[in-house]
């Protein structure tokens, strides 16, 4: 059985869920989006997630004809046609057919759906990050845009990391999908405040009032002094940051407050 | 009549030449690109073109499946196939459909073609370019990210803008899709050295060396005291800037030496 995709209201098999070359997104890297997961087929967070994405497409100048409601009604009726029950959706809007290949048009709405299933495994094993001097370009809107990202995976592979850090000259900034946050030895949890995407299990996070966690400008060298350290993502919810540029972080063990947050995250997504 | 684009290798009209949307170019913005003309339905400096073409690839770890001459015997099938004897043509080739949306896989290479006729009439009213501090990504290859450059677009039609003039912190760099010269009031004609895309029409014309010309470091406060600027490319060939930021260059007016590049620039593309 197919896996179906929406394109601009309309439901196609993912093995045609195409688009003309003469897309913006295509011809010059032009879109935005957004993805949330989907568990026991219930969407994940989603007014959280459909607010970011209005928001995207209207920073980008990129009109999307259809409104919260119809959006919503579409992801339920994917949802339902597909009955991937642990997957995860995402909503990809287009700078559209241009004629000159250069001005936007009437933007096209991809929605697709891929099965995913949450590795809790995975938080023990951990990650290895090296960093990169490498500011990504209207960082508050999660486009389309990971040039940067790509073009570095040989040389993670060659490095043996997982990931890579970002810093602006030596500002802390992010993962390129995801968050990234600090356990301090006083216990202080702490996050880049500014040019990066704001994540939605960051904002989570953000809001543990009863944890002393807050936005900071950090810089390269609060690494050294960091007791723990994590990323936070929807499909990572939060997982311990070991090594950084082959050097341990704290004890190189995952850490009490980032297992307390994980366990916290796990309840939420559960709960919601 | 259609056009035809070639998509892999094999022909296919215009209206139908798509790819999935699971290609690395949708996702993530990830593909390189280059475009040539083609006057009375030959292609001009088609050898730079695809010197840069296949830099841009190896760069990028996109692998190109077919080598210069079956990709010659290509562009050429295409040209007699379409017979638009004035025209562009784009190679375009992207990540790929990679199976995690993330990791390249074979790229797909997009070969488009459409009809342009050189407006020579342009050069005598000139570009107004207001400035704007972004340093390109990976600037010296051809990628096919224009992010800044279309989402500046309408703040450009605000200000009675043609064109937007990228320096960083100030070093002045390229317009996103043409180099930048300036000539000074000793008659210098210099182009920035580092950080930009080198284009093949401002390569041409660091070769005239009968004429002052080079490489420099050029910073904003140049453009007070130049006496010309204009802007370089393959659909420019040489267009002179007549203000900057709201403020004439020079008298104002198109001059001597970008009126003589550009009879140079004209005369080779004829004489190729």
Same mark, same amino acid.
Do not use: C, W
């Given at each position: 059985m197919s896996t179906y995709a929406i394109? *601009?209201? &309309?439901?196609? &098999?993912?093995?045609?869920?195409?688009?003309?070359v003469s897309d913006l997104a295509v011809q010059r890297g032009y879109g935005i989006f957004d993805y949330f /997961?989907?568990? &026991? *087929? /219930?969407?994940? #967070?989603?007014?959280?997630?459909?607010? /970011? #994405?209005?928001? !995207?497409a209207a #920073?980008?100048?990129?009109?999307?004809?259809?409104?919260?409601a119809q959006l919503k009604?579409?992801?339920t009726g994917l949802i339902e046609k597909n009955n991937l029950p642990d997957a995860g959706i995402r909503l990809t809007l287009t700078g559209?057919? !241009?004629? *000159?290949?250069y001005t936007p048009a009437q933007p096209n709405l991809l929605i697709t759906q !891929?099965?995913?299933?949450?590795?809790?495994?995975? #938080?023990?094993?951990?990650?290895?990050?090296?960093t990169h001097d490498y500011q990504r370009q209207l960082p508050e809107v999660k486009t389309i845009d990971y040039l940067q990202a790509i073009y570095l995976q040989p040389q993670l592979k060659a490095r043996g990391a997982d990931d890579v850090l970002y810093h602006q000259q030596g500002a802390l900034r992010e993962c390129p999908r995801a968050n990234f946050f600090i356990v301090t030895k006083q216990g202080e949890i702490l996050t880049p405040a500014s040019n990066i995407l704001k994540g939605i299990t960051r904002k989570k996070i953000l809001a543990y009032t009863d944890l002393p966690v807050r936005e900071a400008d950090l810089q390269l060298q609060d690494l050294d002094d960091a007791a723990e350290a994590f990323i936070s993502s929807t499909t990572k919810e939060a997982m311990p940051v070991l090594q950084i540029d082959g050097k341990p972080v704290g004890?190189?063990?995952?850490?009490?407050?980032?297992?307390?947050?994980f366990t916290r995250l796990l309840t939420a997504r559960r709960h919601q």
């Open positions: 394109i *601009n209201g &309309a439901f196609v &098999a993912e093995e045609a869920a195409k688009i003309l /997961r989907i568990t &026991a *087929n /219930r969407p994940g #967070f989603l007014d959280d997630h459909l607010d /970011r #994405f209005y928001h !995207s #920073f980008m100048h990129l009109p999307v004809a259809e409104d919260r009604q579409l992801i559209g057919y !241009s004629d *000159n290949g !891929s099965p995913f299933i949450f590795d809790a495994g995975a #938080f023990h094993k951990g990650l290895r990050l090296i004890d190189g063990r995952p850490g009490k407050i980032t297992t307390e947050i």
